[in-house]
Structures are given as C-alpha cells and as structure tokens.
C-alpha cells in the first residue's frame, strides 16, 4: 500500500492553488500546511505533500520525459467526475493536454480520461472507473 509521495515544487503558492482547487473537487482536503509546504490527503489513503524546492536546486528543470516522474494517475467516480474536472480546468486556465483526443487520448473507447499540467509542468490524470456492462 502505497503511504505518501512527496513532490519538489518550483513555487509553492502556484502549487498550492493548483493542487488544492484541483484535488477538493475529487474529496482531498488539505492536511497540514508549513513554511516550505503542505500536504493533501483523501480520507486515511494515501496522501500527497508538496515541499518548496531549496534554492541550491532550484536551477534543475523538471521534465516528465526524463528520468523520474512521468505522470500522477487519480481514479475517479465516473465520467461525469471527468468532465466536471474538465470543465473546471478549461474555466480556470489550466493546461488541458492532448485536448483535441478527449476523452479517449489513450485510444479506446473505455479508458476515460482527462490529462492536465501543474505549475511545473508534472502530468496529472484523471480517469473513470469503468462503467459497468
């Protein structure tokens, strides 16, 4: 069972509003907030915290295509969740990836997704549980 994941990020504000605005809409709330960062979490799962990056490595760019971290996956409820995430990102100026393939940018028509950037550029995906038959 996955405990937590801990993330660097470049601006902590910028991070905190997109995390934060994001992840309510699915159930995470924020649980513990400090100088250099905070964390999110969804009931007793697994949780998330966000670390200001410490200016000794702040010249490190972050690209999802290299070695480490490619993308953060979120199940959710269902495919209304998916739009409803959508919509709200489109609304809020965030960055909607592979935007002309939606939902289906992983080429099926069961796979449900909607797949966005954070501040720093980190892949984020959320996708429906599957419908049943």
């Known amino acids: 069972m996955l405990h937590h994941i801990e993330i660097y990020v470049s601006n902590l504000d910028a ?22 960062g905070f964390s999110l979490a969804h009931g ?22 290299g070695v480490g971290l490619n993308h953060l996956a979120f199940r ?16 809020n100026g965030v960055s909607c990836l592979y935007d002309d393939r939606y939902p289906f940018a992983n080429g099926g028509s069961d796979y449900y997704a909607l797949f966005v950037e954070d ?6 995906e959320f996708v429906a549980a599957p419908t049943a038959e």
């Open 15 to 36: 991070s905190h509003a997109f995390w934060m605005s994001l992840l309510a809409l699915v159930g995470y709330d924020e649980s513990g907030r400090w100088d250099g």
């Open 44 to 65: 007793e799962d697994a949780y998330l915290t966000f670390v200001q990056v410490s200016e000794k490595h702040a010249s490190r760019d972050y690209h999802r295509c």
């Open 76 to 91: 959710v409820k269902d495919r209304e969740t998916v739009d409803r995430l959508r919509a709200y990102c489109r609304e």
């Open 119 to 124: 501040p720093d550029r980190i892949k984020v």
